[in-house]
């Protein structure tokens, strides 16, 4: 088997701390999320093997499209996996715009669906659906999107939410860009089933992420379909477990009280499944407020709730040694993941730091093809020359 191992661009900004927010709420980094950084990130990721960057979206962030798209030319190999929210635009103009990306882009897009999960943060963008009905819309919209992609006439669909009459493109997206889907509530996984390549989750213990991809099987299974998997996890990787442990601590103890409990009042009122489940894996900010020990957050080993307290979305993250990591990638692994989307604080280093340290390790065992990582190994390294002692090169 082999995994697909992916990063993220933190279009909010970057940090060596944690950066509270998210979901909804505002997300602001100590470096600036310019052009100028992210071109550093995205290249940081293609040398490191990498196979394609996730680009959140939302108020908190900048545009993804918009993001990617400037960064095309600054790049060989690397894909953009653009998460977008298919209410706030035409099924027409996405199936367009793919179609675009892929041609200039040279086959490096891939797309995330994001449905919305705060219905405070979508009426800000002018969609008033309720969470049942922007998933209903969902499903209608990648249903126009993949027929646009696919049918050889015109398309023509009047839906419940959505109706385009006689649609079609002058250029169809080659390939076609994987689908990648989250979502943790009975909605979403109806549509996750019948729609979705890849369906993703975020960090939890091995045996609550087993459970939730048997279930999506089962529903895919039911619609005769076949999807592949994946995760989102932060990470923090080091020589040794001691020095990834310091580092946990470090994060931790950056964190004030009042700052963790303005972010779990926060995080409290969320519509998302998915966030509630994040939020109890730490018990809502209950073991930070009982001392700032980084060990008490790890709720399986080598996984660490700690990012949750204060960011939303994804809140765990691998700890460990670079063996250590990589053991727990390959744990997930044997539960049908193929696809392990990583970042780190901040992003640019610990994009280094995993690239040199894990990345040789899933190679030696098997679970990753080398074949994505740009050949910096092609020259051999020479030391500097050093002085002649009796004419024998003292090297």
């Known amino acids: 088997m082999s995994i697909h191992l992916h990063w993220f661009l933190p279009t909010y900004g970057d940090s060596r701390d944690l950066i509270a927010g998210g979901h909804g709420s505002s997300m602001r980094g100590d470096r600036p999320a310019d052009l100028k950084y992210l071109v550093q990130l995205a290249q940081a990721a293609e040398i490191n093997g990498f196979e394609a960057v996730l680009t959140p979206t939302g108020l908190w962030c900048e545009d993804a499209w918009l993001t990617t798209a400037m960064l095309i030319g600054n790049t060989e190999s690397l894909k953009y996996l653009v998460a977008f929210r298919p209410g706030l635009i035409s099924p027409t103009l996405a199936a367009q715009m793919s179609a675009t990306f892929q041609w200039q882009s040279r086959g490096r897009l891939l797309l995330n669906v994001v449905t919305g999960g705060e219905s405070a943060e979508q009426r800000a963008f002018g969609d008033f659906l309720d969470k049942r009905d922007r998933y209903a819309r969902c499903g209608e919209f990648l249903d126009i999107v993949r027929r646009l992609w696919t049918a050889d006439e015109p398309v023509t669909v009047n ?32 549509v996750a089933a019948a729609y979705a390549d890849t369906y993703l989750t975020w960090g939890e213990r091995p ?160 679970l990753l093809d080398d074949t994505n990582r740009l050949d910096r190994a092609a020259e051999p390294v020479r030391t500097a020359f050093l002085p002649r002692v009796g004419g024998v090169s003292a090297s």
Request: aromatic share 6%; hydrophobic share 40%; no cysteine.
């Open 207 to 366: 045996e609550q992420v087993k459970e939730k991809l048997d279930w999506i099987r089962g529903l895919a299974a039911a619609q005769g379909r076949t999807l592949s998997y994946g995760i989102r996890l932060h990470v923090i990787s080091r020589d040794t477990s001691e020095q990834a442990w310091a580092e946990a601590e470090r994060l931790l103890g950056a964190l004030s009280p009042e700052t963790v409990a303005a972010a779990q009042q926060s995080l409290a009122r969320s519509e998302s499944v998915g966030q509630r489940r994040m939020r109890q894996l730490h018990g809502g900010g209950e073991e930070y407020a009982g001392g700032a020990d980084a060990r008490r957050l790890e709720i399986y080993p080598n996984l660490w709730s700690g990012v949750g307290l204060v960011r939303g979305g994804a809140g765990t993250a691998l700890v460990g040694s670079h063996a250590e990591v990589a053991d727990r990638i390959a744990e997930y692994a044997h539960l049908g993941l193929d696809h392990f989307i990583l970042s780190g604080y901040p992003h640019l280093e610990e994009a280094y730091i995993f690239g040199e340290g894990v990345r040789p390790i899933l190679v030696e065992r098997g």
């Open 159 to 190: 839906g419940t939410h959505l109706q385009v009459e006689q649609a079609s493109l002058a250029r169809r997206p080659d390939p076609l860009p994987g689908v990648f889907f989250g979502g943790s509530s009975p909605e979403a996984g109806q």
